[in-house]
């Protein structure tokens, strides 16, 4: 009887945990260490622009100077919390903004250490206010690159009567795009494309070896 009764127990947990692990297969799990977590609970929303994308799962006091936050992204937003994401944590919320995060989405497991000065602080609450500019400085930025690889691609058919004219006239040519070059990477660095940056240069540095033969 006892040992039915114990292998009903077992089978049991073992049904328990095969539920939890498809009830949360694919969701991501990271801790938030703040310095203090003040009265968030277990449940609380966890919250980017307008949507929930996850709940709090635990809190814990770790020192005088620091508390953990524990939360659970659903499995649809685990994309939602990047490396260099912004968090406001109050009123029973977790706020997340990506206005002006570049980072890469966050593992499953990683902790990461808020920023908690007023400016980051406001940009986590406020970020929404600021999108549409940022917006704009992106569509701007966007436009420039397009704008530079036409210029590029009509500058491959004048190289020819460039070099004729002689080495002046093609390194003055190469000078003043090389400039609009810098003045575009300078404003994707401004918007946070470090990336885009980074490739607008080996582009054009492409563009100067094949004229340049």
Same mark, same amino acid.
């Given at each position: 009887?006892?040992?039915? !009764?114990?292998?009903?127990? %077992?089978? *049991?947990? !073992?049904?328990?945990?095969?539920?939890?692990?498809? *009830?949360?297969?694919?969701?991501?799990? !990271?801790? !938030?260490?703040?310095?203090?977590?003040? $009265?968030?609970?277990?449940?609380?929303?966890?919250?980017?622009? $307008?949507?929930?994308?996850?709940?709090?799962?635990?809190?814990?006091?770790?020192? /005088?100077?620091?508390? +953990?936050?524990?939360?659970?992204?659903?499995?649809?937003? &685990? &994309?939602?919390? %990047?490396? /260099? $994401?912004?968090? $406001?944590?109050?009123?029973?919320?977790?706020?997340?903004? =990506?206005?002006? +995060?570049?980072?890469?989405? %966050?593992?499953?497991?990683? %902790?990461?250490?808020?920023?908690? /000065?007023?400016?980051?602080?406001?940009?986590? &609450?406020?970020?929404?206010?600021?999108?549409?500019?940022?917006?704009?400085?992106?569509?701007? *930025?966007?436009?420039?690159?397009?704008?530079?690889?036409?210029?590029? +691609?009509? +500058?491959?058919?004048?190289?020819?009567?460039?070099? &004729?004219?002689?080495?002046?006239?093609?390194?003055? =040519?190469?000078? *003043?795009?090389?400039?609009?070059?810098?003045?575009?990477?300078?404003?994707?660095?401004?918007?946070?494309?470090?990336?885009?940056?980074e490739q607008l240069r080996k582009r054009f540095d492409r563009w100067l070896a094949e004229v340049g033969r």
């Amino acid at each position: 009887m006892f040992r039915k !009764l114990l292998a009903l127990i %077992v089978l *049991a947990a !073992l049904v328990w945990l095969g539920a939890r692990y498809v *009830a949360h297969r694919g969701e991501i799990k !990271l801790t !938030l260490i703040v310095h203090h977590a003040g $009265s968030m609970a277990k449940g609380d929303p966890v919250i980017e622009g $307008s949507r929930t994308i996850g709940r709090v799962i635990k809190t814990s006091h770790i020192d /005088d100077g620091a508390d +953990a936050i524990v939360i659970r992204l659903d499995r649809a937003h &685990r &994309r939602d919390v %990047v490396t /260099d $994401s912004f968090f $406001s944590v109050e009123n029973h919320r977790v706020m997340v903004s =990506n206005t002006f +995060a570049v980072g890469k989405p %966050v593992e499953d497991g990683a %902790v990461l250490h808020v920023k908690e /000065d007023r400016f980051s602080r406001w940009l986590a &609450r406020h970020a929404g206010a600021v999108r549409p500019l940022m917006d704009k400085v992106k569509r701007a *930025a966007d436009e420039q690159l397009d704008a530079l690889d036409a210029e590029l +691609a009509s +500058a491959t058919g004048k190289v020819p009567d460039w070099k &004729r004219e002689g080495k002046d006239v093609f390194a003055k =040519n190469v000078d *003043a795009l090389e400039k609009k070059i810098e003045k575009t990477e300078d404003d994707l660095k401004r918007s946070k494309r470090f990336g885009d940056a980074e490739q607008l240069r080996k582009r054009f540095d492409r563009w100067l070896a094949e004229v340049g033969r």
